[in-house]
């Protein structure tokens, strides 16, 4: 079982989309996706969740709360109640309790793309972009010497992040548009070095007025 798994996700990648020109305004272009692909107001984000894992899997239930400008608070249960990971993403900083697994959730990039929020990290450098097939865009970033970060943005949603080092995808989110236009209706994370699959399906979303600023924190809890 676990030699298909690793077949499956080291084969199957987010279908790249076919780039048809370069954006005349990358600088620009960038800056109005990541207007329009951010957080707004303050929401509760029900969701169920499964990871494959080297062939091993298990899911459950999971609740993110999130609030403007940028912070998103996930926990992650089993169907039993059980808590798995629970952690807090501000800003550009993953939070994660002391001891918590820090190998379950994507870096930060990807996890905000988890959201459909397009936020490179601010170190990272834009390096060009592309006018896709359908109206959409890629923008190529370098976060190093060794790895890249693109994104793909369509009607001002993004669609796909992925990692790369050197010339290959070794990680990336791929979402699926809700019907209502906000929060994704589904997103996949895939770690092709370390074989995993973490798959998230939208249940619910719940306006909110605001949250207790603690649970930005789980380190203090």
Known sequence: MAVAFVMMISGCGPGRAVAVGPLPDPGGAARAAAGAARLTEPARIEFRWELNEAGSRVEGVGIARVEAPFRARLDLFLDNG???????????????????????????????????VFRPLP????????????????????????????????????????????????????????????????????????FRELKITRTAVIPADSFDPSIWDPRAQ
Do not use: C, I, K
């Open 82 to 116: 059980e808590g798995v990971v629970s952690a807090a993403l501000v800003d550009d900083e993953l939070r994660l309790p002391f001891g918590a697994p820090d190998d379950v959730l994507p870096p930060v990039e990807l996890m905000w793309g988890t959201l459909g």
């Open 123 to 194: 170190t990272a450098r834009l390096q060009g972009g592309d006018e896709l097939e359908g109206a959409a865009q890629r923008f190529r970033y370098r976060a190093d010497d060794q790895v890249e970060l693109h994104y793909e943005v369509s009607g001002g949603r993004v669609r796909v992040v992925e990692m790369l080092r050197g010339t290959s995808v070794v990680q990336w989110v791929r979402l699926t548009e809700a019907e209502d236009g906000g929060y994704p209706a589904a997103a996949t994370y895939r770690n092709l070095v370390d």
